[in-house]
């Protein structure tokens, strides 16, 4: 079984400004995305408020992930789970 032999995805995404240098990307919403990651749960997408605001509900069904206190960040983020629409 596939699923056995690979763990479980997660990720996070935020929108904004970013620099890129040699092949990487610097900035706060770079530092956000990697907070973001860090908490999320496996097989979860997690976003902030700009990406949720910016993809739309056509092709994503969102849930709220409620308020999260991240690192180097100093006050709660509201936060957003990200499905395909369509999926539970």
Same mark, same amino acid.
Request: proline share 6%; charged share 30%; with cysteine.
């Given at each position: 079984? =596939?699923? =056995? #032999?690979?763990?479980?995805? *997660?990720?996070g995404? /935020? *929108?904004?400004? !970013?620099? &890129?240098r040699?092949?990487d990307?610097?900035?706060?919403? @770079?530092?956000?995305? /990697? #907070?973001?990651? =860090? &908490?999320?749960?496996?097989?979860?997408?997690?976003?902030?408020?700009? @990406? &949720?605001?910016r993809?739309?509900d056509? !092709?994503?069904?969102w849930?709220? !992930?409620?308020l999260?206190?991240?690192k180097?960040?100093?006050?709660?983020?509201p @936060?957003? #789970?990200?499905?395909? !629409?369509?999926?539970?």
């Amino acid at each position: 079984n =596939e699923g =056995e #032999r690979f763990p479980s995805l *997660h990720a996070g995404a /935020a *929108h904004g400004q !970013a620099l &890129r240098r040699w092949g990487d990307y610097y900035g706060g919403p @770079v530092n956000l995305a /990697a #907070r973001l990651t =860090e &908490r999320a749960r496996p097989s979860a997408l997690i976003t902030d408020m700009a @990406v &949720r605001e910016r993809a739309g509900d056509d !092709a994503f069904s969102w849930s709220d !992930a409620g308020l999260k206190k991240l690192k180097g960040i100093s006050d709660p983020l509201p @936060v957003f #789970r990200c499905r395909r !629409a369509g999926r539970s």
